[in-house]
């Protein structure tokens, strides 16, 4: 089955920092970029910005640049996103998905991580 | 960045009702526009690529259409598990971006 599992919920102070995970299975990782999605509470879609599992390239959504990092390890087929210092407004469920080229649509999807940064 | 305004932000509408919802991109994107569904505590799922390609498995009460700036999201007759939030998301220029997302309810 092709599928992309997200690391479980968390629940951080601000200031601390954190990495969360989405591993692929069942197709060829290194072959489709990585997409990370922001979804605030009772909110609509953000994209991000996105990774190459292949080579680690990155883009980044201005909105989001400075502030997370992603990062990939293609020997388990894994990327990250990554904070070094989490704010109250990083509260959010978190997407990875998909990106295939050929529909140039986000096709595959993760069940999400939500993040709950409150001191 | 582009803006990408969907319309309306709510709906209510009946099983059986034709429904459309609009995205309208702030310039042109020529066919990069898909559209996706999110039900409740879920992620969203491709229902269309490409402004009116369906994605496999995707009930064909479900369209699209439109290009350049002007695009649509037709559901001919709506069913009960259609009821959820649709919302649209352009890839032709980076960063890519999303509508705001139109909530189909229960009439």
């Known amino acids: 089955e092709v599928q992309l599992v997200q690391s479980g919920a968390e629940v951080k102070k601000p200031g601390e920092s954190l990495r969360i995970s989405c591993q692929g299975s069942?197709?060829?990782?290194?072959?489709?970029?990585i997409n990370w999605v922001r979804q605030m509470p009772g909110k609509g879609l953000e994209w991000m910005g996105r990774?190459?599992?292949?080579?680690?390239?990155?883009n980044y959504s201005p909105s989001f640049r400075g502030h997370v990092t992603f990062s990939a390890d293609r020997s388990i087929s894994s990327v990250y996103l990554q904070w070094s210092s989490l704010k109250a407004s990083d509260t959010a469920m978190y997407y990875c998905?998909?990106?295939?080229?050929?529909?140039?649509?986000?096709?595959?999807w993760g069940q999400g991580t939500m993040v709950i940064v409150s001191s | 960045d582009i803006q990408m305004t969907q319309s309306p932000s709510s709906l209510s509408a009946s099983v059986g009702d034709r429904v459309t919802i609009t995205c309208r991109a702030s310039?042109?994107?020529?066919?990069?526009l898909n559209w996706y569904q999110q039900k409740p505590g879920k992620a969203p799922k491709l229902l269309i690529y490409?402004?009116?390609t369906l994605q496999s498995g995707v009930p064909s009460r479900f369209s699209g259409s439109g290009s350049g700036t002007d695009f649509t999201l037709t559901i001919s007759s709506l069913q009960p598990e259609d009821f959820a939030t649709y919302c649209c998301?352009?890839?032709?220029?980076?960063?890519?971006?999303f509508g705001q997302g139109t909530k189909v309810e229960i009439k």
């Open positions: 990774i190459d599992p292949s080579d680690s390239d990155t």
């Open positions: 069942g197709f060829s990782f290194s072959s489709f970029w």
């Open positions: 998905s998909r990106h295939e080229v050929r529909m140039d649509a986000f096709d595959i």
């Open positions: 998301l352009q890839t032709y220029i980076i960063p890519w971006t």
């Open positions: 310039q042109y994107i020529s066919t990069y």
């Open positions: 490409g402004v009116s």
